[in-house]
């Protein structure tokens, strides 16, 4: 019951309301008699009285705080008596009579939920709060948001909020099972558990395949974060379609009390029997892979036929043995989400001709070595072909023979000395353009000559060739060489041009070789005098290169123009550098090999292993949807100590596979953002965007439909709850991918909980109060004064009162007619 004090400041001012019965009789006695008495009620001051549970105690019981917030809250409710409520949340609130009242089921105490807590604080009728937690938000309440995103120094609108920090329980957490995306059926697999610790701790992790117990591993691990290794076997059979599916759990124990709700994970593995490694023209390799555990098929280069669908390719080669075609249809490969990984050898790289060809743009190096080291200076001469023949073909052969000029032009350093001859009739053969330093302004004169090219004439070599050898002797050049190209049977000395005794090509090349020149030579077509031309390579001590498809005519220019202009084979022993990469746990010098094709490494290759000057031994990249890989050296003859290293059977291994995960066509990344998962899936088919398909994604039985927002591209979100499962997409019924995640517990995320609850008390005007400090709450409550109303009643009953003395008739008081005839009397006179 209300007393009289809390209604009134001054409640004995009442004991004068009696009083206002003495009154005299006379005109608005009665409105006098009410004005008084409101003016006394004014002077008592009445007040509404002060609402009671103004102070709401708001204690957090979610798993990650425990019991220890009740425990905090304790002392606190002491001191404030019974004029506190008490509510208890977790993922919802509820006020209680008691703190030591059991939590109920309904608050979900596998989260946290600031901002209900708050909203049921404030509906009960609270002015104040003081709120005990750890800080941890997992709900991510929307009213905790709209508070702590207020600007910064601007209080506000909400009831203060006290807050006091309690600290977090100690964990154990299972953070994530980390396994490859598919394996081969009856292949071992090595799954990674990710434990993190709060506390030192003697950790059992028991493994499990399809529920079935696995052996227990036990290890004690300090405080931290920690890789706790097993390995399970995938089944023998995998279905032949979709594949199975290797469902792999683990749980977490430990040896002190702590929150066990983050203690599991689950990884689902893609059983799948991948195609065969194909493997061109390196035999070591193929065993290496076999010994490995490798599905291994070797071939050659008619392999290369669409559709081209091996699970990964090993290339040992050049670029002569494959047709244009081909060099397009491996590019491709790599392209749309295929693995490659090119390997040295005599013809590996630049050695091979692989430069500007389709296949070497996907590779993580290039075969131009361009280095700041001082180079010799190089002289070379092109003798070529200009007969009628040459016309032939559409592109002509000229035009592709111009068109390797004009590459070999491009390739040059500016301080080698380049020279064209053209040679058809004995009495036509002359420089295009003589030797000269390839600057930009050279280079520009010679294009604009070797473009003019037209074909005319037979097919006589010898003053051609002479001429280049005789210009040669006369330089200085630290290398000298001549690429000699012809599509026909040389006449020289024959027929109408016919001299005594045939021409000795050996005895002429030796010679120059001699003098220091050497000499390659091409052959175009099956009409190419091959005898003559094998010679001259022979005696010349250069290559001899038979093109049958002249479209490869170009790269075999430009092949034989690294070869002899750049020292391409590093034949000198060297220890690798080894470099710490993903693929690669191996950092410093390695064993020894014997040698290597030098090349140098892309903007966006990454090394594994170096050699000298920094040029790459075992590079990564990707290209397009696929990846791509550089071994520059030769596994079967040049890579020494290095090849008998225990380490590379399982480096090379480790490659491959990584080259064999090629993208499905429909791919799903997940990251978590808070208390939800953002799903992206990227829809890509044969190298086209898969558009329009009503995509929708589930976890944890929840399920939402992707937008597109891109070509191939969808996203959507999906709440968190637990720590971690499998995202599920699925196009209609068909599940077009899975990506397992680990989603630690949202209750148990590694935030800064005490930042959160002191921006908390600072934009709602509270405090951050220790925990047994006193607590008393500034401005206590006070009741609200009303004393202005009786006093504005008292006002008008003067008013009135007044009025009706002045005009009203008499009301109040004995009649008599002769009082009221004087009175009536008197007024007359006083207005007369």
Same mark, same amino acid.
């Given at each position: 019951?209300?007393?009289?004090?809390?209604?009134?400041?001054?409640?004995?001012?009442?004991?004068?309301?009696?009083?206002?019965?003495?009154?005299?009789?006379?005109?608005?006695?009665?409105?006098?008699?009410?004005?008084?008495?409101?003016?006394?009620?004014?002077?008592?001051?009445?007040?509404?009285?002060?609402?009671?549970?103004?102070?709401?105690?708001?204690?957090?019981?979610?798993?990650?705080?425990?019991?220890?917030?009740?425990?905090?809250?304790?002392?606190?409710?002491?001191?404030?008596?019974?004029?506190?409520?008490?509510?208890?949340?977790?993922?919802?609130?509820?006020?209680?009579?008691?703190?030591?009242?059991?939590?109920?089921?309904?608050?979900?105490?596998?989260?946290?939920?600031?901002?209900?807590?708050?909203?049921?604080?404030?509906?009960?009728?609270?002015?104040?709060?003081?709120?005990?937690?750890?800080?941890?938000?997992?709900?991510?309440?929307?009213?905790?948001?709209?508070?702590?995103?207020?600007?910064?120094?601007?209080?506000?609108?909400?009831?203060?909020?006290?807050?006091?920090?309690?600290?977090?329980?100690?964990?154990?957490?299972?953070?994530?099972?980390?396994?490859?995306?598919?394996?081969?059926?009856?292949?071992?697999?090595?799954?990674?558990?990710?434990?993190?610790?709060?506390?030192?701790?003697?950790?059992?992790?028991?493994?499990?395949?399809?529920?079935?117990?696995?052996?227990?591993?036990?290890?004690?691990?300090?405080?931290?974060?920690?890789?706790?290794?097993?390995?399970?076997?995938?089944?023998?059979?995998?279905?032949?379609?979709?594949?199975?599916?290797?469902?792999?759990?683990?749980?977490?124990?430990?040896?002190?009390?702590?929150?066990?709700?983050?203690?599991?994970?689950?990884?689902?593995?893609?059983?799948?029997?991948?195609?065969?490694?194909?493997?061109?023209?390196?035999?070591?390799?193929?065993?290496?892979?076999?010994?490995?555990?490798?599905?291994?098929?070797?071939?050659?280069?008619?392999?290369?036929?669409?559709?081209?669908?091996?699970?990964?390719?090993?290339?040992?080669?050049?670029?002569?043995?494959?047709?244009?075609?081909?060099?397009?249809?491996?590019?491709?490969?790599?392209?749309?989400?295929?693995?490659?990984?090119?390997?040295?050898?005599?013809?590996?790289?630049?050695?091979?001709?692989?430069?500007?060809?389709?296949?070497?743009?996907?590779?993580?190096?290039?075969?131009?070595?361009?280095?700041?080291?001082?180079?010799?200076?190089?002289?070379?001469?092109?003798?070529?072909?200009?007969?009628?023949?040459?016309?032939?073909?559409?592109?002509?052969?000229?035009?592709?023979?111009?068109?390797?000029?004009?590459?070999?032009?491009?390739?040059?350093?500016?301080?080698?000395?380049?020279?064209?001859?053209?040679?058809?009739?004995?009495?036509?053969?002359?420089?295009?353009?003589?030797?000269?330093?390839?600057?930009?302004?050279?280079?520009?004169?010679?294009?604009?000559?070797?473009?003019?090219?037209?074909?005319?004439?037979?097919?006589?070599?010898?003053?051609?060739?002479?001429?280049?050898?005789?210009?040669?002797?006369?330089?200085?050049?630290?290398?000298?060489?001549?690429?000699?190209?012809?599509?026909?049977?040389?006449?020289?000395?024959?027929?109408?041009?016919?001299?005594?005794?045939?021409?000795?090509?050996?005895?002429?090349?030796?010679?120059?070789?001699?003098?220091?020149?050497?000499?390659?030579?091409?052959?175009?077509?099956?009409?190419?005098?091959?005898?003559?031309?094998?010679?001259?390579?022979?005696?010349?001590?250069?290559?001899?290169?038979?093109?049958?498809?002249?479209?490869?005519?170009?790269?075999?220019?430009?092949?034989?123009?690294?070869?002899?202009?750049?020292?391409?084979?590093?034949?000198?022993?060297?220890?690798?550098?080894?470099?710490?990469?993903?693929?690669?746990?191996?950092?410093?010098?390695?064993?020894?090999?014997?040698?290597?094709?030098?090349?140098?490494?892309?903007?966006?290759?990454?090394?594994?292993?170096?050699?000298?000057?920094?040029?790459?031994?075992?590079?990564?990249?990707?290209?397009?949807?696929?990846?791509?890989?550089?071994?520059?050296?030769?596994?079967?003859?040049?890579?020494?100590?290095?090849?008998?290293?225990?380490?590379?059977?399982?480096?090379?291994?480790?490659?491959?596979?990584?080259? $064999?995960?090629? !993208?499905?066509? +429909?791919?799903?990344?997940?990251? =978590? /953002? %808070?208390?939800?998962?953002? &799903? *992206? #899936?990227?829809?890509?088919?044969?190298?086209?965007?898969?558009?329009?398909?009503?995509?929708?994604?589930?976890?944890?039985?929840?399920?939402?439909?992707?937008? $597109?927002?891109? !070509?191939?591209? +969808?996203?959507?979100?999906?709440? =968190? /709850? %637990?720590?971690?499962?499998? &995202? *599920? #997409?699925?196009?209609?019924?068909?599940?077009?991918?899975?990506?397992?995640?680990?989603?630690?517990?949202?209750?148990?995320?590694?935030?800064?909980?005490?930042?959160?609850?002191?921006?908390?008390?600072?934009?709602?005007?509270?405090? =951050?109060?220790?925990?047994?400090?006193?607590?008393?709450?500034?401005?206590?409550?006070?009741?609200?004064?009303?004393?202005?109303?009786?006093?504005?009643?008292?006002?008008?009953?003067?008013?009135?009162?007044?009025?009706?003395?002045?005009?009203?008739?008499?009301?109040?008081?004995?009649?008599?007619?002769?009082?009221?005839?004087?009175?009536?009397?008197?007024?007359?006179?006083?207005?007369?």
């Amino acid at each position: 019951m209300t007393a009289i004090t809390d209604l009134f400041v001054l409640p004995w001012a009442l004991l004068a309301l009696p009083l206002v019965a003495l009154l005299p009789r006379a005109r608005g006695r009665r409105w006098r008699m009410a004005a008084l008495a409101a003016l006394i009620v004014a002077l008592a001051q009445p007040q509404r009285p002060a609402v009671e549970d103004r102070i709401a105690v708001l204690v957090d019981v979610s798993a990650s705080v425990g019991d220890a917030a009740r425990a905090a809250a304790a002392p606190f409710l002491d001191g404030l008596g019974d004029d506190a409520s008490i509510i208890l949340f977790a993922g919802d609130a509820t006020r209680v009579d008691a703190l030591q009242a059991a939590t109920p089921v309904a608050l979900d105490v596998g989260r946290t939920d600031l901002g209900r807590a708050l909203a049921v604080a404030a509906a009960d009728g609270a002015r104040r709060v003081l709120l005990l937690s750890d800080g941890v938000d997992a709900a991510g309440g929307p009213r905790t948001t709209a508070i702590v995103s207020e600007a910064p120094g601007v209080p506000h609108a909400a009831v203060p909020v006290d807050v006091v920090v309690v600290p977090r329980r100690p964990n154990a957490r299972l953070e994530a099972l980390w396994a490859p995306d598919r394996v081969a059926p009856g292949a071992s697999v090595e799954v990674v558990a990710v434990v993190r610790l709060d506390r030192p701790a003697r950790v059992t992790l028991r493994p499990d395949v399809a529920g079935a117990p696995q052996e227990a591993i036990e290890v004690a691990l300090p405080a931290g974060r920690h890789a706790v290794p097993f390995r399970v076997v995938a089944p023998a059979t995998a279905a032949p379609a979709a594949g199975a599916l290797l469902r792999v759990g683990a749980t977490l124990e430990v040896d002190f009390t702590q929150p066990t709700e983050d203690d599991a994970q689950v990884v689902e593995i893609a059983v799948t029997a991948p195609s065969p490694v194909l493997v061109i023209g390196d035999a070591a390799m193929a065993d290496l892979l076999r010994a490995q555990g490798f599905d291994v098929e070797e071939g050659g280069p008619e392999r290369v036929t669409a559709p081209f669908q091996p699970s990964a390719l090993v290339l040992r080669g050049g670029s002569g043995s494959f047709t244009p075609g081909q060099l397009e249809l491996l590019a491709r490969y790599v392209d749309q989400g295929g693995g490659l990984l090119m390997t040295g050898g005599p013809e590996g790289f630049g050695l091979g001709g692989w430069y500007r060809t389709p296949v070497e743009a996907v590779l993580p190096v290039s075969s131009d070595v361009r280095t700041e080291v001082t180079v010799p200076q190089v002289a070379m001469v092109i003798v070529l072909d200009v007969s009628q023949s040459m016309a032939v073909g559409n592109p002509s052969r000229l035009e592709l023979a111009k068109q390797g000029v004009i590459d070999v032009i491009d390739l040059a350093y500016q301080e080698d000395l380049l020279g064209l001859v053209v040679f058809s009739d004995p009495t036509l053969a002359r420089w295009v353009f003589e030797l000269r330093p390839a600057t930009d302004s050279g280079k520009r004169a010679m294009l604009d000559a070797t473009l003019a090219l037209q074909p005319q004439g037979g097919t006589v070599l010898l003053p051609g060739y002479t001429m280049a050898l005789d210009a040669l002797r006369a330089s200085d050049a630290a290398v000298k060489h001549v690429i000699v190209l012809s599509d026909g049977k040389l006449f020289d000395r024959q027929g109408p041009f016919a001299a005594s005794g045939s021409v000795d090509w050996l005895g002429i090349a030796t010679a120059a070789r001699l003098d220091r020149i050497t000499t390659s030579a091409v052959a175009i077509g099956a009409d190419a005098d091959t005898d003559a031309l094998t010679t001259l390579a022979t005696g010349g001590g250069g290559r001899f290169y038979e093109a049958f498809d002249v479209r490869t005519l170009p790269r075999l220019f430009v092949a034989e123009a690294l070869t002899a202009t750049r020292d391409l084979l590093r034949d000198e022993p060297v220890a690798p550098e080894g470099r710490r990469h993903p693929l690669s746990s191996f950092e410093g010098a390695a064993p020894a090999l014997s040698a290597y094709v030098a090349t140098s490494l892309k903007p966006d290759g990454e090394a594994l292993f170096m050699a000298i000057d920094g040029e790459p031994l075992l590079a990564v990249g990707r290209y397009g949807l696929g990846r791509s890989a550089a071994f520059t050296t030769d596994l079967g003859a040049w890579a020494g100590d290095f090849g008998r290293w225990e380490g590379l059977p399982g480096l090379l291994g480790g490659l491959v596979r990584w080259l $064999q995960a090629r !993208p499905a066509p +429909y791919s799903a990344s997940v990251a =978590v /953002r %808070g208390a939800a998962l953002e &799903v *992206v #899936v990227d829809a890509v088919e044969a190298g086209a965007y898969v558009n329009e398909r009503p995509l929708v994604a589930r976890f944890q039985g929840s399920e939402t439909e992707l937008r $597109q927002v891109a !070509p191939g591209r +969808y996203v959507g979100e999906l709440p =968190v /709850r %637990g720590s971690g499962g499998t &995202v *599920v #997409v699925a196009d209609g019924a068909e599940v077009v991918a899975r990506r397992t995640v680990a989603t630690p517990d949202p209750e148990f995320a590694d935030v800064d909980g005490a930042a959160l609850l002191a921006t908390l008390a600072s934009r709602t005007g509270g405090s =951050v109060i220790a925990a047994g400090e006193p607590y008393a709450p500034p401005g206590a409550p006070s009741a609200a004064p009303l004393w202005a109303w009786p006093a504005a009643l008292a006002l008008l009953l003067a008013l009135g009162e007044f009025a009706v003395r002045r005009y009203g008739p008499e009301d109040d008081g004995p009649s008599s007619g002769a009082s009221t005839s004087t009175f009536r009397s008197s007024r007359k006179r006083v207005v007369a």
